[in-house]
C-alpha cells in the first residue's frame, strides 16, 4: 500500500503564487518519478510537469517559466512552486509516483483556483 498525502492547494489571486507538497510512504520499493498532474472539468487529465530520481525535468508546454518542480528523495517529497498563476491553472492537481516494477500511485487531488 502507498500513500500520497498532498497540501498546498486553494484559493488565491490571478498573478499569485501557491506551492503544493506530495509525500509518498508506505510500500514503495524505489522511485523512478514523482510529477504533478492536472485535470479542468470537462478536460482531460494533463502533465503539469514531473522529475525523475536523477534530476530531469520535463513541464507541460503551458508552464512556459511560471511553475518550478523540486524532489527531496530522501524524504520522497515532491514540491510544485506555481507563480504567476491565471485563472486557466484552475483544476484539480493530482500527485503522481512513478515507482519499480511498473507502479504508478496517484493522489486523492487538490483543488488549486485563480480568480479574483
Known amino acids: 500500500q502507498v500513500q500520497l498525502v498532498e497540501s498546498g492547494g486553494g484559493l488565491v489571486q490571478p498573478g499569485g503564487s501557491l506551492r503544493l507538497s506530495c509525500a509518498a510512504s508506505g510500500k514503495i520499493f524505489g522511485i523512478n518519478a514523482m510529477g504533478w498532474y492536472r485535470q479542468a472539468p470537462g478536460e482531460e487529465r494533463e502533465l503539469v510537469a514531473d522529475i525523475t530520481s536523477g534530476g530531469s525535468i520535463k513541464y507541460g508546454d503551458f508552464v512556459k517559466g511560471r511553475f518550478t518542480i523540486s524532489m527531496d528523495n530522501a524524504k520522497r517529497t515532491v514540491y510544485l512552486q506555481m507563480d504567476s498563476l491565471k485563472p486557466e491553472d484552475t483544476a484539480v492537481y493530482y500527485c503522481?509516483?512513478?515507482?519499480?516494477?511498473?507502479?504508478?500511485?496517484w493522489g486523492q487531488g487538490t483543488q488549486v483556483t485563480v480568480s479574483s
Open positions: 503522481n509516483v512513478n515507482g519499480w516494477y511498473g507502479r504508478s500511485d
